[in-house]
């Protein structure tokens, strides 16, 4: 393999696939090695030593900056200190009786193989609102990325630029159509029009709301699925991409700089600075995953570097920097694994069919890169479940929840502390949608009413079978009331349907009775085995996940969080989780992406999805897309398939097959005839159905697959090969 190793290029291999790369070594050079977990993994060191001594070497020239240190002072710009390299910035048009009016603090930036892609600037304060709205018509931009909140740690960083509804700004009307929000992003698409013109224009604003106040992300998970949002939104012919994040109100962060100076990188003071950081690495980012799926290589350094030449600053500190490395190797290593929901049923099959050669799947591969990259628990990222007054709240010490994702429990009880077993995750539209915890020990049962009344949640969903030897009890009342702790849980009412019991719960807070009772449903699913790994009827946990949605929608507005919990707050709740958050990506987004999902959760909680079995058994489900509903009613009826030995998936492997039913967007039906994930290694396949025990010969298999793969709009239903 060549290596470049005086321009800085590393070779990641045809990407997206998982292949060789070449890596900063712990000396800091260039060499072969494996993208591997250890890479990942070992990013404190590559901090010390490889990529700090390259971020060290870096060199930044300073073009002229003439014109910008000429603007008029009536020109508002508390960054004034903060140069504009005059070959780069951006110009506006002249304002009649106004010679000065074209100045802006923003810059061109270069794009992969793209001249002036990016316009890099700082966050719009309140006198430069018009100017920004100005430079968006005059640059044709169809996008705006802003990598920073309104408000952090009490300082603005940004005004809000934009409308709820109409606003004029200067000449230019922006009309909002529709705000789309996601756990860590929200999407605003205007209609903008100019005055004196006919023509209207759609623009998006893409919001990441999830850059933490200090540092940057733990990690790069939810910026690689924005920036590839980005991607994909914004219409090829459209002028340059817009990227601020915020503006410093504060003590002059650049110091003056002469024309021709070298300085060395990262020598400010890492304070943050007008559209440079974060909006660096946005750029960054986006400009080496093109790279890398072009050519095969990444450049990083010589990346940031010409970044730099066009504006100063962009990667500002040594922490984004390395930020910016450890998100292109998560890129790299599990590739965009994103898929159209009409492109989902026969892709499916292609994933989870056996190569003969390898005894592996695509499925299999995916889980195994899962795994690699899957954050390492350290001890001091879990102190709090550690401290000995807690251990006796844990099933296990070897499943304890993040510091950071813990959730402190709030309401008073005796001398109990606030630390319970649980972790708050998000959804894929909601932040911190789920709390996910482990059944209350007999010790902690008050804990967790504590946990539903403080954390406003809604529902809870219980997900593993009752167990004296486990000490799994029943923790709730049975049509009465009881007081656990300060929290009184009134039973109101119950039904069973299938699989499933439905209760519902009145509680409050006796210490607080000003607080008013809350309404809980409590979802207990009875068709889930111990001894399995996923359950045997897919369609009564759908049930499940349906009904959950029906009472946000109908009661708490979407608002209330849920408690999801099996025996040790894991692989089954981690697996619900997942089902939930891909379905919402399925009605938003119209994309499966399971990996992605799976990710996120497990950088919260490693033990989310748990297992894979080698071997995948034939798979009952296949997916029909055969129409948009305009309401969810259709959906109770639309799933018919019998229940009984529904062959088992693996988790990750069930998550699939279960998302072929969108509950709102998309209609599915199951059918006998699509046979997914048969050993093809074999000659024979032994598959057990409902009526019995049969063996089918593989060719038969497939070829009962590819006749039903090829009728999407109108599936007939086999009996295991027979027509």
């Avoid at 009649?96 to 316009?119: E, F, M, T, V």
């Avoid at 001091?380 to 099933?395: A, M, Q, V």
């Avoid at 111990?530 to 009564?540: E, F, I, L, V």
Wanted: aromatic letters at 8%; proline letters at 6%.
């Amino acid at each position: 393999m060549e290596l470049l190793e005086q321009e800085g290029a590393q070779n990641v291999g045809p990407f997206p696939t998982h292949t060789q790369a070449t890596l900063p070594l712990d000396n800091g050079t260039l060499g072969d090695a494996q993208l591997s977990p250890a890479h990942l993994l070992q990013t404190p060191a590559l901090k010390s030593a490889g990529l700090a001594s390259r971020c060290g070497d870096m060199q930044r020239y300073v073009h002229s900056y003439l014109d910008s240190e000429l603007s008029p002072s009536s020109q508002p710009d508390p960054t004034r200190v903060f140069r504009l390299h005059d070959h780069s910035r951006v110009r506006l048009l002249v304002l009649d009786g106004d010679p000065h009016s074209d100045y802006i603090n923003a810059n061109y930036i270069d794009g992969y193989h793209r001249p002036r892609h990016y316009i890099a600037t700082q966050g719009p304060m309140q006198e430069t609102v018009k100017d920004f709205w100005r430079m968006i018509w005059q640059e044709n931009s169809a996008s705006i990325v802003m990598v920073t909140n309104l408000v952090e740690v009490g300082r603005v960083k940004c005004v809000r630029y934009w409308p709820d509804d109409t606003e004029v700004y200067g000449d230019i009307k922006v009309t909002l159509i529709e705000t789309e929000p996601l756990a860590e992003y929200v999407i605003r698409t205007f209609t903008v029009q100019k005055k004196g013109y006919h023509e209207i224009r759609e623009l998006r604003l893409f919001h990441f709301t999830s850059w933490p106040d200090h540092g940057v992300p733990c990690y790069a998970t939810g910026l690689l699925g924005f920036v590839r949002q980005v991607k994909f939104l914004n219409p090829p012919e459209a002028g340059p991409i817009v990227v601020h994040c915020s503006v410093t109100m504060g003590q002059p962060i650049v110091q003056t700089l002469h024309a021709g100076d070298l300085i060395p990188a990262l020598a400010v003071p890492c304070q943050s600075s007008a559209g440079a950081g974060r909006t660096g690495c946005f750029i960054a980012i986006d400009t080496m995953l093109d790279m890398a799926e072009n050519e095969g290589v990444v450049d990083i350094f010589n990346c940031v570097r010409e970044l730099r030449a066009q504006r100063v600053n962009l990667v500002q500190t040594e922490e984004q920097y390395v930020f910016v490395h450890d998100a292109i190797l998560e890129a790299c290593l599990c590739g965009n694994t994103a898929i159209p929901v009409c492109e989902f049923r026969s892709l499916y099959y292609n994933i989870s069919r056996l190569d003969p050669q390898t005894n592996s799947s695509q499925i299999k591969d995916e889980f195994q890169t899962l795994n690699i990259v899957t954050p390492r628990v350290r001890p001091e990222d879990c102190s709090i479940g550690l401290l000995p007054r807690n251990h006796d709240k844990n099933r296990s010490m070897d499943v304890l929840p993040l510091d950071r994702c813990l959730p402190f429990l709030i309401s008073v009880d005796g001398e109990s502390s606030n630390y319970i077993n649980a972790a708050l995750m998000d959804s894929h539209k909601q932040p911190a949608a789920f709390v996910v915890t482990q059944h209350p020990l007999p010790n902690t049962v008050a804990d967790f009413w504590r946990l539903v009344f403080d954390y406003n949640c809604s529902s809870v969903v219980m997900l593993n079978e009752m167990d004296t030897a486990q000490l799994c009890m029943q923790y709730w009342p049975e049509k009465t009331s009881g007081c656990y702790g300060p929290i009184q849980v009134e039973f109101v009412s119950a039904d069973i349907d299938e699989d499933i019991i439905h209760r519902i719960f009145r509680i409050c807070n006796m210490a607080r009775p000003q607080d008013g009772y809350r309404i809980v449903q409590h979802l207990q699913y009875i068709g889930w085995p111990a001894y399995r790994d996923t359950p045997p009827s897919k369609r009564s946990l759908l049930k499940v996940v349906r009904r959950l949605e029906k009472w946000q929608e109908q009661y708490d507005g979407r608002e209330g969080r849920t408690v999801v919990h099996c025996l040790n707050g894991g692989g089954r709740s981690g697996t619900f989780c997942a089902i939930c958050s891909v379905c919402e990506m399925i009605q938003q987004q119209n994309i499966i992406d399971v990996f992605h999902i799976v990710k996120t959760l497990r950088n919260n909680k490693s033990n989310m999805v748990e297992t894979l079995c080698v071997n995948l058994m034939a798979s009952r489900l296949c997916g029909c897309w055969e129409r948009r509903l305009g309401s969810t009613s259709q959906w109770d009826g639309d799933v018919s398939a019998p229940q009984q030995n529904e062959w088992s998936h693996p988790p990750l492997a069930c998550i699939w097959s279960l998302l072929l039913l969108d509950r709102q967007a998309i209609s599915t039906k199951l059918s006998h005839g699509a046979i997914m994930g048969f050993p093809l290694n074999s000659t024979e396949t032994d598959i057990f159905t409902s009526t019995g025990h049969m063996t089918l010969h593989e060719t038969k298999v497939s070829t009962l697959f590819a006749a039903s793969a090829v009728n999407p709009n109108g599936l007939h239903v086999y009996s295991l090969g027979v027509r």
